[in-house]
Structure formats: structure tokens, C-alpha cells
């Protein structure tokens, strides 16, 4: 049987067992795919286990720009015996399944291309090498340049020594080897159009952007505690912090990290956390310490999926509330989540000038689909970024006083919490300047001695609340995608960006679109301008209470009227919002009045593998 | 050095009469002024407890954190500026009870500070319960039949865990006191100080009169870099020794660790980002 593959772009899936090299594969084919000339995007999915498991990755080859996950599967490299059963929700006739001879010998179906990839990977030296010859198919397919092939494989494997690359050289020629079998057998044929200034672009993943953001934020100190999704940004800092001057220390636990940073922006350092949902509700406690010693922070929380452990390698969005909410009292704060690369880049750089500027604790939302995800970008840093510079009217402080990330060099009169017009004190440190610099997590004094006096609490909350104030003048807008005249408004924030952009793109319709949040708090003002003018409003969350949704609500007292919600650790798919989106056009054709109850409906997804 | 300088005047201090944070915040002021501390580059850091309230008496920089957390922001705080010389006072449930995984962390990481733990063995600032360091027996509103665990023994774990100094004084010995906090605070790496404290208001057990009948001082022939005899005496039943049990000046501080200060020794607040940096290392990316 044949099959031809031509158009846009492919869907191709690798499958195995953790340990059997798929997150290689994946490396290095991301790199032959963009540098060959092809758009590229992937993602993957995997079990909380070291060996065995399914776990696979979905890489899409593309002649346009892609940024999302597809259900779709075209071809399918199935290395493990699991992994058609694990993704049978997925395979349609047209997926092409390629797989090995003796995994897949009880497997019958007309459409698997068998080739015995253990057997040779046995000749070459043993069955590690199994996956750089299904690389090299699947290269040879995709027409990539075999130099440029090889090239991928030496930046990979050099390091591992002259006899690890040596073998892996060896199997990419064999992998290649088949692949021209398969083509001149024309059991499959991939034609995508190629541009040769994608080779140029720049290829990044998730965690990569996010590492960038800090690094142009000034990060000076990280204090972290490992846990999924967040560990690779701790890993990313801890690498790059000889070279920019970061310290980095792996605490005991999440309440160390947290007051460790505090300690450290405190004298001085732009200091960092990362976590997840569950070592988050650890950190709340000294939360409500930032906010009320008034000292910054950046908390970057990769979100999976909860309560408690939950899934500890899936994706989700379901520690808003959490962040929104956490740390005793009540105090100001400022909530990103970005969605696509250059908003992930300028929104953590952004929010170290926040907390520092508001001197606030400021969180940075991301998901474990967000720093799994790869693809290639024109550029990064495309507008100049700055560590600010403290420039408030009311700080008092004479400019020749100023040191620069908001830091001011105190005199004999300092003190610490001065009570200004827009509630921001001037900030001093220890060691710089000739005042004393006091903080105090019980209520305070100006000075930042302990009070009991009440009147004082009073005007202190005051004092505190009313950065909002500013924070709400520096939000950063909604980003308004598609027509202006629109009649369906579909609303979105963080990670679901990628597959509301492309359905989008695809539906090409005039009356949807796209309102997409890289601020979720403190809300936009204009908000509900936006939301009020569309006559349907749909929202998208990976949560199965649309806390974003609630927020809103909360916030504007508008109720969005369908909340298409998934909860299953999987993030959208472009298939899953077409659908939704199909949905609710035919609702509101049938419909007279779309806003009457008995049409509505909130869509619940339990599907994905 | 004139001790004074270290008052802060008009302070509201919450103490009650009799307390033996009075002593404790009196000699620790003498020592700073004995070893002629700059006083604007002095950092005390404290978590929550009657004992952490000291901070806002000793004019300084002041870090008043968590209950239980003062050691890790006193870590981070030294550690981005090695100009500072950081103090952490605290109390015993505070540091012990809240605070203990840090405190057996921080002796690992042995950054240079000094941390001095008012030991009372009782919880004041919450009005009587027990701590971690409360006798057998005592009878308090929550342990109603009195406390059945053995109390927590400092001075053995943290010789256990190698800590680069360990002591024991009183705060009815003010030159002893005022000795040990010296020592304490000139020598370099994590140094535990534990302070027997009365609290005339809910230890009625462990009073002025029964500490003092209760300790001895350790001989002038104790050898405090003899590890196995110092983890001896730490763990003596009857009298409470009290002293230097053990120093180990071969360790790295955690600041000597950072590969920030391998070839500058300026505080982190003086460097700034070269975002160009930043934009060379992306650009990276368009290639292998
Ligand atoms: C997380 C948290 N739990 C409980 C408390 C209440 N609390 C305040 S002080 C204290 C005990 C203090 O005892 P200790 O450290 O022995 O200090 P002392 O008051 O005896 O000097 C407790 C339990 C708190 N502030 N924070
Ligand atoms: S309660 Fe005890 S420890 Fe606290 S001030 Fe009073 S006497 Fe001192």
C-alpha cells in the first residue's frame, strides 16, 4: 500500500518507553527539520517514570509558521510494542505506521511498514543505536540534506566520545539507507515546500525563552526546590549562572526557596523561585511576607495538573486561584501568562521591573506544555529590554541617588516604608547609603519597627493596597487577534494561545476573535469593553472550574458564556478547538437568541491519549 | 566602641521584667562594640518568638522574617553581599521546633554567620506551651500531663553534623556570655550559639536559680576540635556544660563555594546585567 503525503505540513509521532531515547530523537530532529528548511514545531506527552511507560512526541513539519498541537498523526514511528495501543484514539487510515519488525510482529495492519531497526542497530554495536536510524528515516523522508543530518548528530553526540559518535554516524547512514528504500519503493512520499530562511531562524523550547526572560530581567539569585514542570528552569539558571553572575542554590524545600529570595532581593539581588502547584502552597506563608516587608520577587510556577501531586508530568492551568489567592492577609501582586515565545521572553523580563518598581511579589505562570514545547522564530529579543531604573516623581530620592533596579542609596533620615501618595517607598539596602534598613513581617512602623498602634495598621494597609494602583496602570494589554467587528469572541490566556491561533488562522472568519491574556491580574481595564461588544463569548482553560472565567466575573461582572474545559492533563489540540468553535457557530445559526440557557452548553473534553 | 551606639532610642521593647532577653541583648551589644563592628554593615535577622523581637532593640540593619525561616533569608542575605556580617537571634521554637530542617541544612551549607537561639524551653511569645527543648514532666495548657519527649539535644546534632562551631552559654554569665558571642561572631562559617534564657513568666521549672545548679562551665582543657568529645559532652546527662564544645575551621563557608566571588568580591547589588549577553547567547540558537 502507498501512501502520499503533500501540502502544508506533517504530523509525525514518535513512540516508546522512557529510556529508549525518543526526547533524543526529538533533539535532534527539530534541529535537521529546521535547518533542512522547514517550519517545525513539537511537543511531547510522557508518564512520571524513568524506564518503560509510553511517553511520545509529536513533531510537525511545515512549509507555514505552526506553534500547536495536533491530535492528527501521519506517520507514526512506533518503537515500543505499547505504543499503538497507547495512541490508538489518534491513528486514522491515513496514518502511515512505521515501526520494527520483531515489536510489531503481532501487530496486523495493512498500512505498518516494518523494518528490522533492532536487528541492525545490533550489528552497529546495540539496540541504543535503534533510534538515530529511525531519526535518519524519518530525515531521508522529509528530504533532508544528509550533511545537515550528520551535522545534528555530531553537535548531539560529540561530547559522549569518538566511539558513541562513530556508531551514531553509522546508524544515521543506515537510517537514511531505508528511508531511500522506502521512497524509491513509494510505500510513502512527503513533498512540503522547503524556504531556506527558516535554516537561519532560531530554534528554542519553552524553558529556553523563559531562562532568557530572566537573564534579561537581571536575575542575580535563584533558590529552588526540583519539581516538574519547573526543574528545567532551575537547571537552565544553575547552567548559565557563572556566566551572568546568578547564584544558585537548590534548598532544602519550598519554603527555604522562597525565603532564601527573599533574603536575597532584600540585600539587593533580583532573586527568583520556581515551583509547581503543590511546592507552591508551601511558598504562600512567606507571600504574604513580601508583600508585607514590601520586598520583590519572582515566582515562576509551572503548572500540572492537581490536587496535590496529581499528574506530575502533564499539563494544565489549574493554580491560578492558587497564585491569585495565596499568602495570608491581602496584598497587592501582579500575574503573567504568557503564551506564545516572544510574550514568554518579554513578560519574565518584564516582571522582575514589576516587582522591583511595585516592590511585590510577581508571578509568572507557565505549564508543562509550554516548557516542553520546541519551534523556530525569526528572532527573539526583537525590541530593546532594560533592567529600569528608578524614575518615580514622589520617591524623593534626588536622582544622583539613584542606583539603578529601583534601589535607592538611603541617607541618616531612611525610612524603609515611608508612607508616599502611590504607596511605593523608596527602597534601600544594607550597605549602601548611611540610613538603616528595616523590615519587619509583624505590622510596622515607617521605620519598619514592630507597631500595635492601630491607626498606623490602618494607614500601613492603605499604604500597601494602593500600589495596585500603579500595577493597574502598567498592565499589559489584552492582545485582540482576528476582526474587530466581531460577533464570537474566544478568550484565552497562557498556554491554549498555539491552538486558538492556528484554529483560528485556519477558520479564516470574520466574525470570531481572539482576546488572548498574557496579564491575568490585575485584569486590563478595557476588559469589558471587550467582552460586552461580542454577542457570543467563549472561553478555553485546561482547568475544569475556568478560574480565569471566574476571574473575570469577579472582576467585570460579565459571565462568559461557554467555557470549553479540559482537565485530562493534555492540552488542546487544533482539532478540539475547531470543534468547539464548529459547535458554536451552529448553535447560534439554530438559534435565534444564543444567549437564551437552553442553547448553552460547556464543553467538556475527557478525550486526548 | 561605645556600646550605646547600638541602642535604639524610644524602643517599645515587649519584654517582661526579669527576662533573660534583657542580659542577652545587653552583652551581645558589648560584644559587637568589643570587636568594633560597623554598624552599617550589621544585619540581624530573626523569625518570630519574644526572642526574634530583638533585632528592633539593637540599632542595625534588621531582616524580621517567619516563624522559624530566619536562617534562610540570613543565608541569601550574606551570600549576595559578603560585606555584611549577619547575626540571627532566635528562640527555641523557633529555630528547633518551626525552624529545624533549615537549621540542619544551614549547618550543611555553613554560610559565615552566627545565629544565637534563646533557649528557654518553653514557647513565650505564645504564652506557655512546650518546645522542643522543654523538660520531662513539665505541665503546660497543651501538654496537660506533662511533656513525655525527650527534650530535642542541639548541641549533638549540630556536632553530628560537623558544624563549624557549637556552644553554650548563660544568660545569667555575662562574661561568659559575652565571650562565647565574640568568638561566635569572629569566626568564620555557620556558628550555633545556644543561650539557656529564663523566662520568669511560663518557666517556672527552669529559673536563674536551677540553671545555675544546673550547669558548669566546660575545663580550660577542652579541646573543641576533638569532634567525638565534644559530641561526648554535648550529650552529658546530670549538669549541663557550658561553653565552646566544638569549632572546625577547615570548612569552605557556603560564600567561598560561589562561583560568583571566584574573581570579584563585590556585592551583588553593584553588578549589572550585560543584556547584550543575553541577546548573544539567543542568537546562538539559529545554529547547532
Ligand atoms: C507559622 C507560624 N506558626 C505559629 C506561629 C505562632 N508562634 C509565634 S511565636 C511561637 C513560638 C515561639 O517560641 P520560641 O521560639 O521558643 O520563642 P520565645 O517566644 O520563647 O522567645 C509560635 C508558635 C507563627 N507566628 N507562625
Ligand atoms: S514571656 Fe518569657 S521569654 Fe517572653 S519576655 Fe516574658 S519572660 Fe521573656
Known amino acids: 500500500m502507498s501512501e502520499f503525503l503533500s501540502g502544508e505540513d506533517v504530523s509525525i509521532v514518535l513512540c516508546g518507553e522512557a529510556g529508549q531515547g525518543i526526547q533524543t530523537v526529538e533533539a535532534i530532529l527539530v534541529q535537521a527539520v529546521k535547518l533542512g528548511g522547514y517550519n517545525v514545531f513539537s511537543s511531547k506527552e510522557y508518564m512520571s517514570r524513568i524506564r518503560g511507560g509510553e511517553n511520545s512526541t509529536q513533531i510537525r513539519v511545515s512549509s507555514k509558521r505552526i506553534s500547536a498541537y495536533v491530535d492528527r498523526i501521519d506517520i507514526l514511528v512506533a518503537i515500543s510494542k505499547g505504543a499503538i495501543d497507547h495512541l490508538k484514539k489518534r491513528i486514522s487510515e491515513n496514518t502511515i505506521i512505521i515501526g520494527d519488525e520483531d515489536t510489531l510482529k503481532d501487530v496486523v495492519r495493512p498500512d505498518v511498514i516494518k523494518i528490522p531497526f533492532l536487528k541492525i542497530a545490533k550489528n552497529i554495536g546495540g539496540p541504543i543505536y535503534a533510534n538515530i536510524i529511525a531519526a535518519g528515516v524519518l530525515s531521508r523522508i522529509l528530504n533532508i540534506d544528509f550533511q545537515i543530518f550528520e551535522e545534528c548528530i555530531t553537535a548531539m553526540f560529540a561530547r559522549k566520545g569518538e566511539k558513541i559518535l562513530e556508531g551514531d554516524l553509522k546508524a544515521s547512514a543506515e537510517g537514511y539507507k531505508i528511508g531511500e528504500e522506502l521512497l524509491k519503493s513509494a510505500k510513502i512520499n512527503i513533498e512540503i515546500e522547503k524556504n531556506d530562511g527558516i535554516r537561519d531562524e532560531i530554534l528554542l523550547n519553552g524553558t529556553d525563552v523563559f531562562g532568557y526572560g530572566c537573564l534579561a530581567g537581571g536575575v542575580k539569585f535563584m533558590s529552588s526546590y526540583p519539581m516538574t514542570p519547573s526543574t528545567s528552569l532551575q537547571v537552565f539558571i544553575a547552567q548559565y549562572s557563572k556566566d551572568f553572575d546568578i547564584i544558585f542554590e537548590q534548598a532544602e524545600d519550598e519554603i527555604a526557596a522562597i525565603n532564601m529570595g527573599l533574603g536575597a532581593s532584600y540585600a539587593g539581588a533580583r532573586a527568583l523561585a520556581a515551583t509547581s502547584g503543590s511546592g507552591f502552597a508551601l511558598m504562600s506563608e512567606a507571600v504574604g511576607l513580601s508583600g508585607m516587608i514590601e520586598t520583590p520577587i519572582v515566582l515562576y510556577i509551572g503548572q500540572r495538573p492537581g490536587p496535590a501531586v496529581g499528574l506530575p508530568t502533564r499539563t494544565a492551568q489549574e493554580d491560578l486561584n492558587l497564585v491569585l489567592y495565596s499568602g495570608p492577609g491581602e496584598t497587592p501582586r501582579a500575574i503573567f501568562a504568557p503564551g506564545n515565545f516572544e510574550d514568554a521572553f518579554y513578560m519574565t523580563q518584564r516582571a522582575f521591573n514589576i516587582a522591583d518598581k511595585y516592590q511585590i511579589p510577581v508571578f509568572i505562570l507557565s505549564d508543562q506544555y509550554m516548557v516542553d514545547i520546541y519551534y523556530n522564530i525569526p528572532s527573539l529579543m526583537t525590541k530593546d529590554v532594560e533592567i529600569e531604573t528608578h524614575e518615580h516623581s514622589v520617591f524623593g530620592a534626588p536622582k544622583s541617588k539613584i542606583l539603578w533596579d529601583y534601589i535607592v542609596k538611603t541617607d541618616e533620615n531612611y525610612r524603609r516604608f515611608e508612607i508616599t501618595e502611590d504607596g511605593v517607598s523608596p527602597r534601600g539596602i544594607p550597605g549602601f547609603g548611611e540610613g538603616f534598613v528595616v523590615v519587619d513581617s509583624d505590622e510596622h512602623d515607617e521605620e519598619g519597627h514592630i507597631t500595635e498602634d492601630l491607626n498606623l495598621r490602618t494607614e500601613m494597609v492603605e499604604k500597601r493596597l494602593k500600589k495596585l494602583e500603579g500595577i493597574k496602570k502598567d498592565v499589559v494589554p489584552p492582545e485582540l487577534i482576528g476582526p474587530s467587528d466581531y460577533k464570537i469572541l474566544i478568550i484565552g490566556w497562557g498556554s491554549t494561545y498555539g491552538p486558538i491561533k492556528e484554529t483560528l488562522d485556519n477558520l479564516q472568519s470574520n466574525d470570531i476573535a481572539f482576546l488572548y491574556f498574557k496579564q491575568v491580574y490585575p485584569l486590563h481595564k478595557d476588559t469589558l469593553k471587550f467582552v460586552e461588544k461580542a454577542q457570543k463569548t467563549i472561553i478555553f482553560e485546561n482547568n475544569a472550574n475556568s478560574q480565569f472565567g471566574n476571574l473575570i466575573k469577579l472582576e467585570t461582572g460579565f459571565e462568559i458564556h461557554e467555557k470549553a474545559l479540559k482537565y485530562n492533563g493534555m492540552p488542546f489540540s487544533v482539532e478540539e478547538v475547531t470543534e468547539h468553535l464548529k459547535n458554536l457557530q451552529e448553535v447560534e445559526r439554530n438559534s435565534t437568541n444564543f444567549l437564551n440557557p437552553q442553547n448553552r452548553k460547556s464543553w467538556r473534553s475527557y478525550n486526548g491519549s | ?288
Not at chain 2, 553581599?81 to 540542619?104: F, P, Q
Open chain 2, 1 to 288: 566602641m561605645d556600646p550605646e551606639i547600638f541602642d535604639v532610642e524610644g524602643a517599645d521593647v515587649a519584654w517582661c521584667p526579669g527576662c533573660g532577653d534583657f542580659p542577652i541583648l545587653r552583652t551581645l551589644k558589648a560584644a559587637l562594640a568589643e570587636l568594633e563592628i560597623d554598624q552599617k554593615k550589621l544585619v540581624l535577622a530573626s523569625g518570630i518568638g519574644q526572642a526574634g523581637k530583638l533585632p528592633h532593640y539593637l540599632k542595625s540593619h534588621t531582616y524580621n522574617s517567619l516563624h522559624g525561616r530566619a536562617l534562610s533569608p540570613a543565608t541569601a542575605i550574606k551570600a549576595v553581599n559578603r560585606e555584611l556580617t549577619v547575626i540571627v537571634t532566635s528562640g527555641d521554637g523557633d529555630m528547633y521546633g518551626e525552624g529545624g530542617n533549615h537549621l540542619m541544612h544551614t549547618i550543611r551549607r555553613n554560610p559565615d554567620i552566627t545565629t544565637i537561639v534563646h533557649n528557654n524551653m518553653v514557647y513565650g511569645l505564645t504564652k506557655g506551651q512546650a518546645s522542643p527543648t522543654s523538660q520531662m514532666e513539665m505541665i503546660t495548657p497543651l501538654q496537660v500531663e506533662g511533656v513525655f519527649l525527650e527534650p530535642f539535644n542541639p548541641l549533638a546534632i549540630a556536632i553530628a553534623l560537623d558544624a563549624s562551631f557549637v556552644a553554650r552559654t548563660f544568660a545569667g554569665d555575662i562574661e561568659h556570655m559575652k565571650n562565647v558571642f565574640k568568638e561566635a561572631i569572629k569566626h568564620k562559617g555557620f556558628a550555633l550559639v545556644d543561650v539557656f534564657q529564663p523566662c520568669p513568666t511560663f518557666n517556672k521549672i527552669n529559673t536563674y536559680g536551677w540553671f545555675k545548679d544546673n550547669t558548669y562551665k566546660l575545663e580550660d582543657s577542652h579541646d573543641p576540635h576533638d569532634r567525638n568529645e565534644a559530641f561526648k559532652r554535648a550529650t552529658e546527662t546530670g549538669k549541663y556544660p557550658l561553653g565552646i564544645f566544638y569549632k572546625n575551621e577547615n570548612k569552605l563557608t557556603f560564600e567561598e563555594t560561589l562561583s560568583v566571588y571566584s574573581k570579584d568580591n563585590s556585592p551583588l547589588f553593584e553588578r549589572k546585567t550585560d543584556v547584550q549577553k543575553v541577546k548573544d547567547l539567543i542568537e546562538k540558537k539559529r545554529s547547532v
